[in-house]
């Protein structure tokens, strides 16, 4: 199998302290996730392959890997499309050269890393700024939504990242992370921020969230994004911009807390 030799390698990132787990060999490069609520994707590379991944979250490598380059893309156009989706404008690449190598990227964040298989025929839709990386030949450019109401009061905006091509791609989650396959006419319900990605067959819109008392004292605003299969849809059980505004609100809470107990000590 390709790779084995640097599988049996006692390599000093092969004996890092972390749990045992599976490499996955159906893609086009070798690859593994790391940890458990924090976690990293371990590729296992032989020569000639490429990555492509978001800036800041590489870790660290070993073997034929000699420097990080840039990616601009097919066309110039391109950088801004995917500045406009919520990701760097240039993205780096890594090339396996003249040895098999071990890379390691994070996504520099609390979250799991989620793998979704591209394939020409089925395109993906995602979060804006959850693409961690990729392997195989993938593009990331925009959609937008095909109604202006979902773009309008959706709460994701008018732009999705839109992920074509064949090969791997992997995102970054937060939260437990849900996978469901929807029927054709099969309707799913969710708050929208929650929303990872789904099957660019799946159709999107938004829809009231409820009565005037949920308007008034829910918590999900006005509207809920609706999909509607055929199509996979993954969500994450962790609104990103809440989860922010929780670590604010008590790290706020701790500095009066400090501050309060400084006045009394110089008291």
Known sequence: ??????????????????KKSPWYTDGPVYF???GEDIQEVEFLMEPGQRIMLQPDTFVAAVG???????TWGRSLLDPVLRRWSGEAAVLQEIV???????????????????????????????????????????DLGIAVTARLRAGLFGGQGIVFQRISGEGDVFLHALG??????????????????????FDASVGYDVQFAGGAMTLLFGSQGFFLSQLEGPGRVITQS??????????????KRALKTSSATQQTDDQ
């Open 1 to 18: 199998m390709p790779g084995s030799c640097i599988l049996a390698d006692p390599s000093p990132i092969a004996h890092m302290n972390v």
């Open 176 to 197: 437990t992370v849900n996978d469901w396959i929807l029927p054709k006419g099969k309707i799913a319900r969710c708050s929208t921020n929650n929303i990872l990605a």
């Open 64 to 70: 034929g890997v000699r420097s990080l380059g840039v």
């Open 238 to 251: 962790l609104d990103h911009g809440a989860f922010v505004n929780t670590l604010v609100k008590h790290n």
């Open 96 to 138: 396996c050269e003249d040895e098999p190598a071990r890379v390691i990227l994070g996504a520099g964040q609390f979250g799991r890393i989620v793998r979704l298989k591209v394939t020409r025929d089925r395109p993906i839709f995602a979060q804006r700024g959850a693409f961690v990386a990729a392997s195989g030949t993938i």
């Open 32 to 34: 593994r996730i790391l």
